[in-house]
Nanobody, 122 residues
Framework: QVQLAESGGGSVQAGGSLRLSCATS????VGWFRQAPGKEREGVAA????????YYADSVKGRFTISQDNAKNTVYLQMNSLKPEDTAMYYC???????????????????WGQGTQVTVSS
């Protein structure tokens, strides 16, 4: 069974940075999603691990960077210039056999981690 393990969440002040990590199983498309209380889950970023293509939500472009370490089967989400509205539970998700087409559609991901909390205070 595929397991995804997230780490790196925490509490920071606005303007601060955090880096999330997701240990994968060599999946083709790995995405980060977030869900704040009372809101729908939204796609934050994704990476097509075979080719390196990356995808971002407009709300995080220029602030967040998704990257990978193939040797460690780990995908990272570097989050800079954090804002209070970035506060949410962040989830790593993966597709094993397909690319990142329609990357932000949560229903297209087969595997999910348990989430890590990110809290940004003003």
């Amino acid at each position: 069974q595929v397991q995804l393990a997230e780490s790196g969440g925490g509490s920071v002040q606005a303007g601060g940075s955090l880096r999330l990590s997701c240990a994968t199983s060599g999946d083709n498309c790995v995405g980060w999603f977030r869900q704040a209380p009372g809101k729908e889950r939204e796609g934050v970023a994704a990476i097509y691990t075979a080719g390196g293509s990356t995808y971002y939500a407009d709300s995080v472009k220029g602030r967040f960077t998704i990257s990978q370490d193939n040797a460690k089967n780990t995908v990272y989400l570097q989050m800079n210039s954090l804002k209070p509205e970035d506060t949410a539970m962040y989830y790593c998700a993966a597709r094993r056999f397909t690319n990142c087409w329609v990357w932000s559609a949560a229903q297209r991901y087969n595997y999910w981690g348990q989430g890590t909390q990110v809290t940004v205070s003003s």
